[in-house]
C-alpha cells in the first residue's frame, strides 16, 4: 500500500515538475569536467569556484618560482658538474624578504575568502526554510515555512539495492538518485536546517555550494539560491555507518509556477486520507 | 652533568663491541640500550606499516570498480578506520621515536637515552597495543569502523572493538608520553661539552620540539576516548544532547589533540631531510636559527587552529575567520623551511645517492601537499572540499610523501652506520623512482576525484569516478609491492655487502659519524668534544 | 640545579594554569563560547520594546526515538525586539505507558542563542506524559534589544529525548 503510494507520489511529482526538462537538465552532471569542481548552479557555488581558481593560480605561479630556483639548482650545482659548494648559510635580507612575501601574498587571499564567508553565514530573509534530518541512512525532508510549508517526506537510495551487490554495469546516476527528490523554485532563498536523528550526517550538493553537518539534537543552518534548474545531486559527507555511501541528496530545482504545481500536487496527497494514515504529522519525525 | 671533568680528548676509542647481558630472545626482552630500543621500534612500525598497507590495497581492490566484490560496506568501514589508526600510531609515529632512540644520544654524544629502563617499558607497551588493536578485527561486531577520528556518536555505537580500539590509544599513548618524556631529558640534560642548544643539529631541535607536543597533547587524545568509553559504557552524555552534551565537542577535543599530532608526524621529517640535504650538498645548512624558530611557531600555531577541522559543523562567522586566518599563517613558517632547503642546495656541490633523491623528493611532493593544505585553509572552499578525496590525496602527499619519504631518506642515509654495510645503491634508487612514481599514480587523481564530488570512506560510487578509481587502485598496488624491495635493500645491507667506513658520506658532520661503522654497542661513555663546524662562525 | 628545578616545576605549573584564561579568551572572541555556558535565562534585564525592528521566530520539532508527537501549534511568531512572546507546543505519548523526555533547545543561527532569554520553557525540566497522554505546553521568551540588526530570522528548536529508566 505505502510502495503504491510512494509510486503514485512520484509520478505525481515527475508530471508536475516537467519530465522532460528535468532530465535534460540532469545531463549537466555528466557533462561536468571531471577534473575540476562542478559547475556552480548558484552564486554561492561560483564565488566559492572563483576562489578555489584564485588559489589554485596563486599557488601554480609560487610553485614555479621556487621549484624552478630548486630544479635549476639540481641541474647546475652538482658535484658531477664540477660545481664547488660555496659555504654561505645565512642572509638577513633574503630570510626577512621570504617571510613578508608570503604575508603578503596571504593577505591577499585572506581578503576575498572572509567575504564569502560572510555571505555564507547570512541565513536571513530566507524565501524557505526545509529541514533536512539526518537518518542512517536516509534523508527526512520537512517544508518548515514558505510556500509549501507543511510537506514532509522521507527520501531514500532509489538505486535498487541488487545492482550494488553484482557486478553489472551501473547507470548514469548509480547511488546518486532518490525516490523522493527536494523541489525548490528557481530565485529564490531557500535555507536549509539539518539535524540528525543518530549519529552526524552531512549535506552536500556541490553545485549548489552548500554542506552542513547534521548534528544529532541541535540544528544548524545554511542556504542556497540556485539560479539556474536541473537537477543537482549530492551526498552525505559525514561517516554515518554502514551505509553511508547510500543515503543520496537530490535537488530539482524548478520554475516558480512548476514549484506551485508540486506543491499542490503534495498538498492534495497529504490530504487524501489514505496517504494521511501512512504519513505522520509533518512536524513529528517518528 | 657537564660539571664531572673529563677526559675528553678520546671520543669514540676502544669500546666494546659486545653488549654484556642475557642473549638470546631476553637481551631484546631485556633490551635497555637505546640502539637495541632503536631498532625493536623501526622493525616494530616497518611490520605496522606492512600491515597497515594491506588493509589499504584491500580498500583500493575494493574501489577498484564500482559495485561491492571485496567487501562489505561494514568490512570496508572497519578498514578505514583501522588503516588509519595503524599507519598513524603503529607505523610513522614509532618509527619516528625509533630513529630518536638510534641517533639523538649518538647526535648529542650521550652514552644512552636518559632513562634506559623506561625506554624498555615504552616500546615494550606497543605490541600489546598492537594486539588489542589489530585483534579487535576478531571479536564480534569486529574491529571499530567510526573513522580513524572516531567521531561519537557514530563511535559510541560500535561495538567491543571500539572498547579495545580506546585501551589500545591508551597504551599508546602512555608509550609515546614516556619516550617523549625521555627524549626532552636526554636532549637537555646529556649533551656533549661544547654543543648549547643552538649548536645541536636540527634533528635533536625538531625532536626536543616534536617531545613536547606529545607531552602536550596525548593525555587530550585519552581524554577525548575515555569519555566516550564513559559514553558507552556509564550512562555518562558528554557527547549526548540528551542529557546536556554536544557531539561537537567530541570533534573539539579531538582535533586539539588532532593538529598538533599533525606536526608530531611532520616535523621529525624536517629534522632528517635537514641533516641530509646539507650532507650531499657539501654545504652548511642555510639559515639554521630560522630554521629553529620556523618549527617552533609551528608548534605553537597548532595549538590554536584546531577547529579548520571543523568548518562544516556550522561555527559562527567569528570563528571560521579566526581560524581560517591562524591555519592560513602555518604556511608562512613552513614556507621559509622549504626556502631554506633549497637556499641549501643553492650552488652546493651536490651528488644524489638514496637518501638524497628521498628529501629531494620529498621537498617537492611534501610541497604540492602544501599547496592543498593553504587551499584546505580558506574556510569557505574548504566547506566543498572537506570528507572528500580532496582531503585524503592532500593528507597522503604530506604523510606518505612528507613522513614516509623522510623516514626513507634517513634509513639509507644511517643505515650505514647501523649495520656497518653500505646498501645496495642501485636498488635503493630504484626504490625511489618507483615509489615516487606509483606514489603520484595513486594519489594524484583523488585530488580530481575529491573535486568532481567523490566523498571519503564509502566502498561504492558513481561510474563517473571510475577511471580515476581504476589508476589509483594501478597505483597503490605499484607502491605497496615496491615497499618489499625496500624490506629486500635493508636485509641484504644487513646481511653485509662494501663495508662502510665511520663517515660513511664524503660530507656528512656530526658526532654521529666519529663513531665506528656498525655504531658499537657502547658509545660515548666518556662524553666527546664537539666542535661545530661549518654553520656558526 | 634544585633551585632551577624548582623554578621549572613552578614555571610549568604556572603555565598549565595560564592556559585556563588563554583559551577562554580564545573561545569568547572566536565565539566558541557558548559551548560552555548554558543559556541564560536568569536575567532577563528589561529593555524596551524596540518596535522599529521585527524578527521572525520560527519553531521547529524534533523527536530523538521517541514515541511521542511533537509540533508548534504556530509555525512562525513576529516578534519585536524586547518583546514578551509566548509560543505553544503540543506533545502527545503514542505509547500506553508513562515515558518522561527532555526536550533539548537549538537554534539557528547558532549565534542567536545569546540574544535568546526564555522565562518560561518545558525544556527547563522533564516532562512525564500519561500513556496516551496530550499536553499543550507553552513558551515564554523575549528576544533582548542587543541582537544584531541583520538579525531578522530565528529558528527555535527542540529535540525531545527519552529519559530512560523513568516511566
Known sequence: MTNNAALLMKKTVQAAAGLGGIFAASATWAANSKYNFQEPASRMAADIHDLHMWMIWICLIIFVVVFGFMFYSIYAHRKSKGAVAAQFHESTTVEILWTVIPVLILVGMAWPATKTVLAQKDTTNADITIKATGYQWKWGYDYIKGEGEGIAFVSTLSTPRGQLEF???????????????????????????????????????????????????????????????????????????????????????????????????????????????????????? | ??????????????????????????????????????????????????SGGVMALTLRAELFQPGLQVVQPEFFNQLTTMHGLVMVFGAIMPAFVGFANWMLPLMVGAPDMAFARMNNWSFWLLPPAAILLIGSFFVPGGATAAGWTLYAPLSVQMGMGMDMAIFAIHIMGASSIMGAINIVVTILNMRAPGMTLMKMPLFCWTWLITAYLLIAVMPVLAGAVTMVLTDRHFGTTFFNAAGG???????????FFGHPEVYIMILPAFGIVSQIIPTFARKPLFGYASMVYATASIAILSFVVWAHHMFTTGMPAKTQIFFMYATMLIAVPTGVKVFNWIATMWRGS????????????????????????????????????????????????????????????????????????????????????????????????????????????????????????????????????????????????IRGGEKATAQVWEGAEGLEWTVPSPAPHHTFEVPPVFEAKGHHH | MLVRLAIAAVGMFGFGFALVPFYEKICEVTGLRNLLVSNASDNAE??????????????????????????????????????????????????????????????????????????????????????????????????????????????????????????
Open chain 1, 167 to 286: 557486478g553489472e554495469y551501473p547507470g548514469e546516476n548509480y547511488l546518486l538518485e532518490v525516490d523522493n527528490p527536494v523541489v525548490v523554485p528557481i530565485g529564490k532563498k531557500v535555507r536549509i536546517l539539518t539535524t540528525a536523528q543518530d549519529v552526524i550526517h552531512a549535506w552536500w550538493v556541490p553545485a549548489l555550494g552548500v554542506k552542513q553537518d547534521a548534528i544529532p539534537g541541535f540544528i544548524r543552518d545554511t542556504w542556497f539560491r540556485a539560479d539556474r534548474e536541473g537537477v543537482f545531486r549530492g551526498v552525505c559527507a559525514e561517516l554515518c555507518g554502514k551505509d553511508h555511501g547510500y543515503m543520496p541528496i537530490e535537488v530539482h530545482v524548478v520554475s516558480e509556477e512548476k514549484y506551485a504545481a508540486w506543491v499542490a500536487a503534495q498538498k492534495q496527497k497529504s490530504a487524501a486520507p489514505a496517504a494521511a494514515a501512512a504519513q505522520p504529522a509533518p512536524a513529528s519525525a517518528s
Open chain 2, 245 to 255: 552534551g554536544d557531539p561537537v565537542l567530541y570533534q573539539h577535543v579531538f582535533w
Open chain 3, 46 to 167: 528589561n529593555t524596551q520594546v524596540d518596535t522599529t525592528r521585527n524578527i521572525v521566530v520560527e519553531m521547529d520539532a524534533n523527536t530523538h526515538s521517541l514515541a511521542w508527537r511533537f509540533k508548534p501549534l504556530q509555525s512562525n511568531v513576529t516578534v519585536h525586539p524586547g518583546q514578551l512572546v509566548r509560543v505553544d507546543y503540543e506533545i502527545e505519548n503514542t505509547l500506553d505507558r508513562a515515558v518522561t523526555g527532555q526536550a533539548i533547545p537549538s537554534y539557528g543561527p547558532k549565534v542567536a542563542e545569546r540574544h535568546f532569554r526564555k522565562l518560561e520553557c518545558f525544556c527547563f525540566t522533564q516532562q512525564t506524559l500519561g500513556p496516551k497522554e496530550k499536553r499543550i505546553m507553552p513558551v515564554v521568551f523575549v528576544i533582548d534589544g542587543t541582537a544584531p540588526v541583520d538579525m531578522n530570522e530565528i529558528t527555535l528548536s527542540y529535540t525531545f529525548f527519552e529519559v530512560a529508566g523513568k516511566g
Open chain 2, 350 to 493: 651536490m651528488t644524489f645517492e638514496t637518501p638524497m633523491l628521498f628529501s629531494v623528493g620529498f621537498i617537492f611532493v611534501f610541497t604540492l601537499g602544501g599547496f592543498t593544505g593553504l587551499m584546505l585553509s580558506i574556510a569557505p572552499v574548504d566547506i566543498q572540499y572537506q570528507d572528500t578525496y580532496f582531503v585524503v590525496a592532500h593528507f597522503h602527499y604530506v604523510l606518505v610523501a612528507g613522513s614516509l619519504f623522510a623516514l626513507f631518506a634517513g634509513t639509507y642515509y644511517w643505515l650505514p652506520k647501523w649495520t656497518g654495510y653500505m646498501y645496495d645503491e642501485k636498488l635503493g634508487k630504484r626504490h625511489f623512482w618507483l615509489s615516487m612514481i606509483f606514489f603520484n599514480v595513486t594519489f594524484f587523481p583523488m585530488h580530481f576525484l575529491g573535486l568532481a564530488g567523490m566523498q571519503r570512506r564509502v566502498p561504492d560510487y558513481n561510474p563517473m569516478f571510475a577511471d580515476f578509481n581504476e589508476l589509483a587502485t594501478v597505483g597503490a598496488f605499484g607502491f605497496g609491492l615496491t615497499q618489499l624491495l625496500f624490506a629486500y635493500v635493508i636485509i641484504k645491507c
Open chain 2, 1 to 50: 652533568m657537564s660539571a664531572v671533568p673529563h677526559d675528553v680528548a678520546h671520543g669514540h676509542d676502544h669500546h666494546d663491541d659486545h653488549h654484556h647481558g642475557p642473549t638470546g630472545l631476553m637481551r631484546w626482552i631485556t633490551a635497555t640500550n637505546h640502539k637495541d630500543i632503536g631498532t625493536m621500534y623501526l622493525i616494530f612500525s616497518f611490520i605496522m606499516f606492512l
